[in-house]
């Protein structure tokens, strides 16, 4: 079956024609047919680990198991999430990210400090300034975060055509589930992982680039399973069962089969030249029809994806190894401050009888009084707002990239966006690109 890219058939535009085919048989006969099937399928060796590639695939029934879908209703199965925080995990997980940092962690050990003994100087001329930079600082992630929201919901909102019972319907990508008959266009994103069964291609070919996944920016070709049996496209959702294994992170790796209905019983081997992964967009080609396979975070997109976590540039760990140096200085001049108090209280003191006897400073209690007294005196050679600094000037820089007209493209109508402005300054320490002959930047 081909589609013809004529306007007066279909909703996406294409007129059905069932007297052409595609692709020649992989096989003389069945029997052959299921000997490939057979030895694939077999147990294999991968990278010194043994991988069972049957006991532990996916049964996924093409057009999708309407039985289960209206007990369970409609789930966001194709969801994607790259935030880092939820509103409940927000202020904890903050916190804690926050706290890692020298000057935050030695500002609340000075606090706490200043509340347990009698300290010299108020305990809010350390608690107000820290709660001020640790507010700031987190409204300034939790923006970011907040924008990683909005840009996951364009993404999870986009429109997806599919075909459910033979019918072509217009749904969210958040909601297209395994089994899904999945409609892409020239010049579209995939929205999940497909198999392959239907292209405008007289040949059965769909044209693809993956700069998005390996940054190969030379077109690919993928092709319908060979042999496919023709059938008119509001019966495809009954053409039978996709067995493939679990999702792994591996682009270049898929095993599976189509398991044909009918008395038949046919099976057709699936590889990696008859999926279409997610983040790939179709060139050259009018229109493809998939079986969605993977959807969401078990694409192999988001597999491969990292977890968002805070990341640090290389000029805050300078900034923390200067931080424990002036720590360790100070420590050093608290120390002899304390000797000199000891020195007056042991030889000055009971010289002069006006003061009264001098304390007992060979006690724990008086030792420690003195000692962190002293400290809270001297805990300012640390400048609290550091940290605060260093982050309104990445925000004011990051907003300058935005702004930067050098950086914006008037072809696609784009700007310059920060995601993470936490690494802003490692943008200038770029010396050198290196790129192979297909421009991927290493």
């Given at each position: 079956m081909n589609f013809v890219g004529r306007h007066d058939h279909l909703a996406g535009g294409y007129r059905r024609v069932n007297t052409a085919t595609y692709g020649f048989p992989l096989f003389n006969n069945t029997d052959e047919s299921k000997a490939f099937v057979k030895d694939s399928l077999s147990w294999k060796w991968h990278k010194g680990s043994r991988v069972s590639t049957i006991n532990d695939w996916l049964q996924i029934k093409i057009g999708g198991d309407e039985e289960v879908k209206k007990k369970k209703g409609r789930q966001q199965l194709n969801r994607i999430k790259s935030t880092k925080y939820t509103l409940i995990t927000f202020l904890p997980q903050n916190l804690l990210e926050q706290f890692r940092r020298i000057a935050?962690?030695?500002?609340?050990?000075?606090?706490?400090?200043?509340?347990?003994?009698?300290?010299?100087?108020?305990?809010?001329?350390?608690?107000?300034?820290?709660?001020?930079?640790?507010?700031?600082?987190?409204?300034?992630q939790g923006y970011e975060d907040f924008l990683r929201y909005k840009t996951d919901n364009v993404v999870n909102r986009s429109p997806v055509t599919v075909i459910r019972n033979g019918v072509e319907a217009n749904i969210q990508s958040q909601y297209v589930c395994p089994g899904d008959l999945v409609v892409v266009e020239r010049d579209c994103d995939v929205p999940c992982d497909l198999v392959l069964l239907r292209s405008t291609d007289p040949h059965g070919k769909c044209f693809i680039t993956t700069a998005n996944l390996d940054g190969e920016s030379n077109l690919k070709t993928l092709m319908v399973p060979r042999d496919l049996p023709l059938v008119d496209i509001n019966q495809l959702h009954k053409l039978g069962v996709i067995e493939c294994e679990n999702p792994k992170t591996d682009l270049y790796s898929f095993n599976g089969k189509i398991e044909l209905a009918g008395g038949e019983g046919r099976v057709l081997p699936l590889s990696t030249d008859n999926v279409l992964l997610r983040g790939s967009r179709v060139k050259n080609t009018e229109c493809v029809i998939g079986c969605a396979v993977y959807t969401g975070m078990t694409t192999k997109l988001q597999l491969n994806s990292r977890l968002t976590r805070n990341k640090s540039a290389s000029s805050e760990i300078y900034v923390n190894r200067f931080l424990v140096v002036v720590l360790m200085l100070m420590i050093g001049i608290v120390t002899m401050f304390y000797f000199f108090k000891r020195y007056e209280e042991i030889f000055v003191i009971p010289k002069l009888a006006y003061l009264g006897p001098a304390a007992d400073g060979y006690s724990v209690k008086q030792f420690l009084q003195d000692y962190l007294s002293f400290l809270i005196l001297f805990n300012y050679l640390i400048p609290i707002s550091l940290y605060v600094t260093i982050e309104l000037q990445r925000g004011i820089s990051g907003l300058f990239m935005e702004w930067d007209l050098q950086l914006y493209d008037e072809a696609t109508d784009e700007h310059f966006i920060v995601n993470t402005s936490n690494l802003n300054e490692e943008l200038g320490q770029i010396n050198i690109l290196f790129s192979d002959k297909t421009g991927t930047l290493t």
């Open positions: 935050n962690f030695y500002f609340l050990i000075m606090t706490i400090i200043s509340l347990l003994i009698d300290s010299p100087v108020s305990p809010l001329t350390s608690l107000l300034p820290l709660v001020f930079v640790i507010a700031v600082t987190a409204a300034k």
